[in-house]
């Protein structure tokens, strides 16, 4: 219609150029016509005004362009532009959505200089901002600004310090501000409610879920396809692949007809479930239903990718997807991150590090966390360290699972000050040690030879009324085998299995590790026999630590004769790890 109104000699004018500003912008992958349409109106004579403006910084935060809302915004007031509430609304969006919160507010402290008042979608947009950057608190303390200023919060302030909340996994405060939310008046709405049944379906509170579905239905608010979808995101893990069929199938019984989001839903869901058939089969409904593929959807099936490791299918998605015109965001490349530590190739990771480094790819908060964790998989100390410090350089606030990341590496590799360096930020942040925390620290100690350290901190946990877990036991009784003091091993198993707490595969080796090293051979047959005994088979890594612990000793003979009788006491020892065993001890004789 545009082009034929030009045909026809009309000319369009303002109202008619932001129309078309607007429909480019909503159409995605436009950016060169926008700025075509631009230099047209600048020709034209025609003045940009506050809709103008907003709508082409808004089609920037759609597709992500966040230099080139910073130059498009610069070049309006070069020309004398005065923005208004409106316009910095729209670029605070931009920024929020990529979690820039130093920029936001910048714009803010901007705003309030050229005297334009902040409303209430300017204080949406600043939580929206802090609370992206792993700022949470601080992005809950714009509630209490927001109301000593005469701004009351909405729904939207509420349900964004909420969802931010759910995804830290601190759900019982998230809870805690929705009841809040309540008390004030302000009504929750559909998508609420909607992050909080997300909240809780990720940490499995079913029964949670259906009060919380019952409260959505007696305040009079009706489940919308979002809620079923997100019913369906939320029960995607291993094996339930026979319920998302059944919500599938309540949800159409209900008149809900699958859209796009729900096809992405039970794409995401299915891969959870490990369901490649699945997955596959409802991409291809989806396509034949009429609907095409999003950014969202190419997400969701490089996340079931990602769960297996399938780097090479992975790296074809986003082949397809930037094919079609889409740019990966700042998921896609954290799932591919993710693939690529799921599949063991450091090389794929060290690509996306380069892109990121090199500012071809934005460090967002959430990307460069996923290369902390992501290195973390594969052990890279140089690489955990170059993406903490970035993450700290751009503002970005750790949780403690970077934190505990950061503290288990340094332990793995001996290296204390800086272990205890992250320790003392974690406390520094407001935050508290968990059991993660603690069980690194241990096994440092263990690791150091200090074992007595790593007891007294298991000690100290179980004071302060918390509960050590398997992995914590086996730390300590670690540190006393690899001592030698087998005696105070024993006593920490015996207060293991007092707590409830069997020992399990790695305890019994660990034991065996303990007398191997000590040439205590008739002990260690007690243990593989008491194994056998009580249900926990000794596996190859079992009998290599005795076949070593003789060859140490260079009593061949007797580690050969060991393997012989392998077989009389597990007779479920297979003939081809007995293979290794001997050629094992042979590689031994000849060092």
Same mark, same amino acid.
């Given at each position: ?8 000699? !009309? ?104 005297? $334009? ?117 939320? /029960? ?17 019984? $209900? ?10 839903? !039970? ?5 959870? /479930? ?64 993710? /693939? ?131 992995? *914590? ?30 020992? /399990? ?16 051979? *008739? ?69």
């Amino acid at each position: 219609m545009f082009e034929k109104m030009r045909k026809t000699g !009309l000319s369009p004018t303002l109202v008619t150029y932001n129309v078309m500003l607007d429909v480019y912008g909503k159409m995605g992958r436009s950016w060169n016509k926008i700025l075509g349409l631009l230099d047209e109106m600048r020709s034209n004579g025609l003045e940009f005004d506050e809709f103008t403006c907003s709508t082409v910084i808004s089609a920037c935060g759609r597709e992500g362009l966040l230099d080139e809302a910073r130059k498009f915004f610069a070049r309006l007031k070069s020309e004398g532009y005065v923005a208004g509430t409106f316009t910095y609304n729209s670029l605070l969006q931009v920024f929020g959505k990529a979690g820039i919160y130093s920029e936001a507010l910048s714009i803010l402290k901007e705003m309030e200089k050229n005297n $334009c008042p902040p409303d209430l979608v300017t204080y949406n947009e600043l939580v929206a901002a802090y609370v992206r950057a792993g700022f949470h608190e601080e992005g809950a303390d714009f509630i209490d600004t927001m109301i000593r200023k005469g701004i009351m919060p909405n729904a939207i302030t509420y349900t964004t310090v909420i969802n931010a909340y759910g995804k830290a996994g601190k759900e019982d405060k998230a809870l805690s501000f929705f009841r809040q939310m309540k008390e004030s008046g302000c009504v929750p709405n559909v998508c609420t409610y909607n992050a909080i049944l997300g909240m809780l379906g990720k940490k499995s509170r079913l029964e949670e879920m259906i009060d919380m579905l019952c409260d959505m239905r007696s305040n009079g608010c009706a489940p919308n396809s979002v809620t079923w979808n997100t019913m369906l995101a939320m /029960c995607g893990n291993k094996g339930m692949h026979k319920y998302v069929n059944r919500v599938f199938r309540e949800m159409k019984s $209900c008149g809900f007809e699958p859209n796009r989001d729900t096809f992405n839903a !039970l794409i995401g869901a299915y891969g959870r /479930c490990g369901s490649q058939i699945d997955v596959v089969k409802m991409y291809e409904e989806m396509i034949k239903a009429g609907f095409t593929p999003c950014v969202t959807t190419y997400n969701a099936l490089l996340n079931a990718l990602a769960r297996r490791g399938d780097w090479e299918a992975a790296e074809s998605v986003i082949l397809d997807m930037k094919s079609k015109g889409f740019k990966p965001n700042e998921t896609s490349y954290s799932l591919m991150l993710n /693939c690529y530590a799921k599949g063991g190739n450091g090389r794929g990771i060290e690509k996306i590090e380069e892109e990121i480094y090199n500012g071809h790819i934005f460090p967002s908060w959430i990307l460069l966390r996923t290369l902390v964790l992501a290195n973390f998989k594969r052990r890279a100390l140089m690489g955990m360290e170059r993406a903490f410090q970035e993450f700290c350089k751009h503002g970005y606030k750790p949780d403690l699972v970077l934190f505990n990341s950061m503290l288990s590496i340094f332990a793995k590799n001996k290296m204390y000050d800086r272990a205890h360096e992250m320790l003392r930020l974690i406390r520094e942040s407001g935050l508290q040690p968990d059991l993660v925390t603690y069980n690194s620290l241990m096994d440092m100690y263990a690791r150091g030879g200090e074992c007595w350290k790593g007891e007294e901190i298991l000690k100290g946990i179980q004071k302060s009324g918390g509960k050590p877990d398997l992995v *914590s036991y086996n730390t300590v009784i670690k540190g006393f085998c690899r001592q030698g003091l087998m005696q105070e091993a024993i006593r920490t198993l015996s207060e293991m299995t007092i707590s409830g707490i069997r020992p /399990c595969i790695v305890t019994y080796n660990t034991f065996v590790a303990g007398y191997s090293g000590k040439g205590m051979f *008739s002990e260690v047959e007690e243990v593989i026999s008491y194994m056998i005994q009580h249900d926990c088979r000794p596996n190859e890594l079992t009998y290599k630590i005795v076949v070593d612990g003789y060859c140490k000793g260079k009593k061949y003979k007797e580690a050969m004769d060991f393997v012989s009788n392998i077989t009389e006491m597990d007779k479920s020892f297979d003939d081809q790890s007995l293979r290794r065993l001997t050629f094992r001890i042979r590689e031994h004789m000849e060092l």
